[in-house]
């Protein structure tokens, strides 16, 4: 049996970067219909919506530097950055999904 290798660096190109950049290429109509949407609260739904949108696009973009630059380095310093930048994501979802299951 081979043994799993966990203590190179990855070779190639910032896969995560690339995907990041192309999301934002291809999506940047919905993040200015999703900034427009809030439109409708006035000032403050427009300003808030940005924030939002923002804040996703610079979780992105940090998560996906995050992970290519432990890539470099090594595979265990990669699964770690995943699993650091992943946990409170999950953690977040699931508080969400209780909070609107207490208020059904």
């Known amino acids: 049996m081979t043994p799993v290798l966990t203590t190179g660096a990855v070779e190639g190109p910032p896969v995560e970067r690339m995907i990041v950049a192309d999301m934002l290429r291809r999506g940047w109509p919905a993040l200015l219909v999703l900034t427009g949407l809030g439109a409708f ?31 470099r380095v090594s595979l265990g310093l990669l699964y770690a950055a995943a699993l650091v930048l992943f946990a409170p994501r999950s953690t977040e979802r699931r508080m969400l999904l209780r909070t609107n299951e207490l208020a059904i």
């Not at 973009?61 to 290519?68: E, N, Q, R």
């Open 41 to 71: 609260w006035g000032f403050d739904g427009v300003a808030s919506s940005a924030f939002g949108v923002g804040l996703a696009v610079a979780n992105a973009a940090l998560a996906a530097t995050l992970v290519s630059g432990a890539a």
